[in-house]
């Protein structure tokens, strides 16, 4: 399968690459993978990780399975591949920056480019079995990416940690509002868009506060 994690993060993670937990899912995926159509490619599930280094991370985005339908998924949540339809959430996502930025929706999906500018798009679940939808939750994952997303609050401070949702709410109850901003709002998807995700304004706050605390700021 190929799969490697970027050094900075295995150096942190190590820990958990060690537990029970995560050997159980470590086989449980690479069964998976032998059996079933998988997304993301088996060397893009830490893909997340490998473009956006841990002190390069200025911003975390929580999204909860990876797209399950052909060549969409690729390890960064919300994003699909360059030449993809933009699902509905990701429509959603670019109507709100260019209501809230006056940046106009890109050409492509594929949000590579914020992950190189140090936001984390961070699936709770990495892995998921075609057209199935949540199949691999409940395996180990999210704890997994909840150690990761503690090691950033814990270690790191003036961090924006961007909930759209319920779920990404919960996931990120434990962080320290005192140290870090957290930014909470409906999900983007047509189901809840209109109920706060629209107007929420977390792309400019997220650049006022990184300019605040002397970081330069996300090109959305």
């Not at 086989?27 to 490998?50: C, D, H, M, S, W």
């Not at 961007?162 to 996931?171: F, M, N």
């Not at 997220?206 to 970081?215: A, G, I, R, V």
Request: overall charge neutral; aromatic content about 12%; charged content about 20%.
């Amino acid at each position: 399968m190929n799969v490697q994690i970027e050094e900075s993060w295995k150096a942190r993670l190590q820990p958990e690459f060690e537990k029970d937990y995560f050997q159980q899912l470590t086989e449980f995926v690479r069964n998976e993978y032998r059996q079933f159509t998988i997304y993301p490619p088996g060397k893009l599930i830490f893909n997340a990780f490998n473009l956006c280094p841990f002190d390069k991370v200025k911003a975390v985005i929580i999204g909860q399975d990876p797209y399950h339908g052909p060549g969409q998924a690729h390890g960064l949540c919300f994003s699909v591949n360059d030449g993809v339809p933009f699902p509905p959430s990701l429509v959603n996502i670019f109507k709100e920056i260019k209501n809230d930025t006056g940046a106009e929706s890109p050409k492509t999906g594929n949000l590579t480019r914020w992950a190189e500018q140090g936001v984390l798009l961070l699936n709770a679940t990495l892995t998921v079995r075609a057209h199935q939808a949540g199949s691999h939750q409940r395996k180990g994952w999210e704890t997994f990416t909840d150690a990761a997303i503690q090691t950033l609050a814990e270690q790191k401070e003036h961090l924006v940690f961007i909930l759209w949702g319920s779920y990404a709410q919960k996931k990120g109850a434990f962080i320290d509002r005192n140290k870090h901003l957290v930014l909470s709002s409906a999900h983007p998807s047509p189901l809840s868009a209109h109920n706060g995700f629209f107007g929420n304004k977390h792309f400019s706050r997220t650049n006022e506060y990184l300019k605040q605390h002397q970081q330069e700021e996300i090109v959305w």
